[in-house]
């Protein structure tokens, strides 16, 4: 079965970091790429950012370029969004997707989504 | 692009037809000819599901009573009969090009 789970949110102080991983399991995970999408409380959907089957590419959204990275382990079907100088606004949960081809352009819609992970910037 | 939808609140019958409309801020047709617009649901919960690729194309094992439709900057998804299940949060989402954007959400209540 087709599975992604997300880890690694929780509460965090602004200014600080955090980092979120994406497991994938029932897939050859090399073979696509894989996106995150967040959605504050109450709020709609946000694209985040992807990163290319090989990790060959990345692009992220305005709101996040510059403080969040993203990285991969194709070794351990895991990708990684490592995201630095958090604000409020950054509350949200955390939805990785997997893209249905092997880059992220030019995608055919997302599918499957996570279940998410919660990231609330607080002090 | 921004993605424009509506209505952002539908109430709907059981049994009866309902559509939510999607406009983007440009046209969403690629350089290799495809039109990269889908729509998703959110059930209350629930993390965002497909179920239209492409316009018009039907993800696996989503009923036949949705459909989409529409070309260049103009999009709708139709339930034929709405049913109890289909409660929910609708989005459309364009991913021709980056940053890649959803509509606001179409709530469709019972």
């Known amino acids: 079965q087709v599975h992604l789970v997300e880890s690694g949110g929780g509460v965090v102080q602004p200014g600080r970091s955090l980092r979120l991983s994406c497991a994938a399991s029932?897939?050859?995970?090399?073979?696509?790429?894989v996106h995150w999408v967040r959605q504050a409380p109450g709020k709609g959907l946000e694209w985040v950012a992807v990163?290319?089957?090989?990790?060959?590419?990345?692009y992220y959204a305005d709101s996040v370029k510059g403080r969040f990275t993203l990285s991969r382990d194709n070794s351990k079907n895991t990708l990684y969004l490592q995201m630095n100088s958090l604000t409020a606004d950054d509350t949200a949960v955390y939805y990785c997707?997997?893209?249905?081809?092997?880059?992220?352009?030019?995608?055919?819609?997302?599918?499957?989504w996570g279940q998410g992970t919660l990231v609330t910037v607080s002090s | 692009i921004v993605m424009s939808q509506t209505p952002l609140s539908s109430p709907v019958t059981l049994g009866q037809p309902a559509s939510i409309s999607c406009r983007s801020s440009?046209?969403?047709?690629?350089?290799?000819?495809?039109?990269?617009l889908s729509w998703l649901q959110q059930r209350p919960g629930q993390p965002p599901r497909l179920l239209i690729y492409?316009?018009?194309n039907r993800f696996s094992g989503v009923p036949d009573r949705f459909s989409g439709s529409g070309a260049g900057t103009d999009f709708t998804l139709k339930i034929s009969r709405v049913e109890a299940e289909d409660v929910g949060v609708y989005y459309c989402?364009?991913?021709?090009?980056?940053?890649?954007?959803f509509g606001q959400g179409t709530k469709l209540e019972i």
């Open positions: 029932g897939f050859t995970f090399r073979n696509y790429g």
């Open positions: 990163m290319w089957n090989d990790g060959s590419n990345e």
């Open positions: 492409k316009i018009s």
């Open positions: 997707a997997r893209g249905r081809g092997p880059t992220g352009s030019a995608t055919p819609g997302f599918d499957p």
């Open positions: 989402m364009q991913s021709t090009q980056f940053p890649y954007t």
């Open positions: 440009q046209s969403l047709v690629h350089s290799d000819g495809n039109t990269y």
